[in-house]
């Protein structure tokens, strides 16, 4: 199986990145930006740029995602993004359920208004100088709206489809729709992706199962994200067990290298401490899952105000 980084927002930035290629990076073949949302007027941020720079992604296989519901704004960009920096794929975000983004129609919001997705995507792939794919949830409120989302993707040559089996208003809640996502996976014409709950070698095992009892076609890859915040080396786990190789979990060194690389790299990018902090804890409000012995330590992590604190915290755990 080929495995995919998924886009998170805030946290799968370039450094993020090159932490999991560096020490992880086996069985990964794509790795996805976090959304870019076009700003006609003022750009790209900063932040944005560097994280599209060739130098900050050497050797990782990199999509850009972008989030928007106007295709001239997504034309543009992506226009920009393929002739400045080289890129041959451009990542269409319709799947991201946050509140804020769906009600300006963006995200998952993309997914209300069929007919203004269809004109979206006619537009998109009439003009396009690159190849396009998707992400996506079943729907907003019922997953019978997959139904006629379906007939209009497979409108269009859609480089791969990748169905987060939720819909808008389950947010990440309850159990992934793996009923209805076999149902889409055997009416999709273009290459389709899983994603969705993926946390252990277990996790990984039973939904693949499920699809080959249960579809009459597999998936060409499978996108991991919320479980490689908590463990970086599951791909690599899941992609030896595949092959039948050596055990791919981390080791408690390997742990500690990765999370001095992140460290690093944030502590030169950043002015003074706090910043640092946040996004280092950030980091362990997920791969603190790894620990669950090691509560006391954790939350001395979750609680400290300076770096010395945290890296005591750190320390007891690594």
């Known amino acids: 199986m080929r495995f995919y980084l998924a886009p998170m927002e805030g946290i799968s930035g370039y450094i993020y990145r090159n932490a999991v290629h560096d020490f992880f990076g086996d069985g990964i073949v794509k790795y996805y930006t976090p959304f870019i949302a076009p700003r006609p007027k003022k750009g790209m941020a900063g932040k944005e740029r560097r994280g599209l720079l060739p130098e900050n992604n050497r050797g990782i296989p990199l999509v850009p995602q972008i989030l928007t519901n106007k295709a001239e704004d997504f034309l543009s960009l992506s ?136 579809c009459r076609r597999s998936v060409c890859a499978v996108m991991l994200g919320r479980g490689m915040l908590r463990d970086p080396a599951l791909a690599r786990e899941l992609y030896r067990s595949d092959q039948g190789g050596e055990d791919g979990a981390a080791t408690k060194e390997e742990l500690r290298a990765y999370h001095d690389s992140i460290f690093t790299s944030y502590k030169a990018l950043f002015d003074g401490e706090m910043p640092l902090l946040f996004h280092m804890k950030e980091l362990w409000a997920s791969m603190g899952g790894l620990f669950p012995d090691q509560e006391k330590a954790l939350k001395k992590i979750r609680k400290s105000g300076s770096i010395a604190e945290y890296l005591a915290g750190v320390h007891e755990i690594l």
């Not at 003009?127 to 269009?156: H, Q, W």
């Open 79 to 214: 226009e920009e993004i393929c002739d400045t920096y080289g890129y041959e794929e451009i990542n269409l975000n319709a799947g991201c359920p946050s509140r804020t983004v769906v009600g300006h129609g963006k995200g998952s919001g993309i997914l209300k208004d069929t007919e203004a997705l269809d004109r979206f995507l006619e537009t998109v792939f009439a003009k396009a100088k690159c190849r396009i794919s998707v992400k996506t949830r079943l729907g907003m409120e019922d997953p019978e709206e997959f139904v006629r989302l379906l007939e209009i993707y497979n409108r269009y040559p859609i480089e791969e489809l990748t169905i987060h089996p939720r819909l808008q208003a389950d947010q990440y809640k309850g159990s992934v729709r793996m009923d209805d996502f076999c149902k889409a996976l055997d009416q999709c014409k273009m290459p389709v992706v899983y994603n969705g709950d993926i946390f252990t070698l277990q996790d990984y095992r039973e939904k693949m199962q499920y699809i080959k009892e249960h």
